[in-house]
T-cell receptor, first 113, second 114 residues
């Protein structure tokens, strides 16, 4: 099983550029989430989805958009990248609510110059 | 609001020592879930344990054990006879009942020296 697949693994952007971080899971999980990891701050929730067509904001949503048109995919869009968005991004999926574990992708290291 | 605090940012031990990683949480929910994840130098997040708020039994898995105490809002993790391969960043996390959205602590970097 592939599990949760994130692409790309590394990306360098110039300030103001846009890009989409891809996330796909093959476990038929309803719940998907995006987190960013910054030194000393753990992981912080950006956006999440509890099913196809349903998304909501997490703790740090500004500057990011998401959509969930299928159960499998949950892309994260940066419309106009800023240096403050330099981070490692993780996508996660889980079968249901809080009583299930989250499976994480390998992460995308994004640098905005 | 939920909050998870891992006061120890870095711990260094010598191989075979026991080490305890502290985790203190805050939540107003009566039903919640606590997790520990390991992040080795390769960067992926590895699930270690899940505990729900109604189950205060301690758990042991090999060299790993977890002590959940609702009275002190703590969910501490102990590694017995540490090994170099245990070197990693360890995250404690909290989730609400209605969803899997995790609130993470800042992480504890454990360095086990040979």
């Amino acid at each position: 099983n592939a599990g949760v697949t994130q692409t790309p693994k590394f990306q360098v952007l110039k300030t103001g550029q846009s890009m989409t971080l891809q996330c796909a899971q093959d476990m038929n999980h309803e719940y998907m989430s995006w987190y960013r990891q910054d030194p000393g701050m753990g992981l912080r929730l950006i956006h999440y989805s509890v099913g196809a067509g349903i998304t909501d904001q997490g703790e740090v949503p500004n500057g990011y958009n998401v959509s969930r048109s299928t159960t499998e995919d949950f892309p994260l869009r940066l419309l106009s990248a800023a240096p403050s968005q330099t981070s490692v991004y993780f996508c996660a999926s889980s079968l249901g609510g809080g009583d299930t574990e989250a499976f994480f992708g390998q992460g995308t290291r994004l640098t905005v110059v | 609001a939920q909050k998870v605090t891992q006061a120890q940012t870095e711990i260094s031990v010598v191989e075979k020592e026991d080490v305890t990683l502290d985790c203190v949480y805050e939540t107003r929910d009566t039903t919640y879930y606590l997790f520990w994840y390991k992040q080795p130098p390769s960067g992926e997040l590895v699930f270690l344990i899940r505990r729900n708020s109604f189950d205060e039994q301690n758990e042991i898995s090999g060299r790993y054990s977890w002590n959940f105490q609702k009275s002190t809002s703590s969910f501490n993790f102990t590694i017995t006879a540490s090994q170099v391969v245990d070197s990693a960043v360890y995250f404690c996390a909290l989730s609400r009942h209605a969803g899997n959205m995790l609130t993470f602590g800042g992480g504890t970097r454990l360095m086990v020296k040979p």
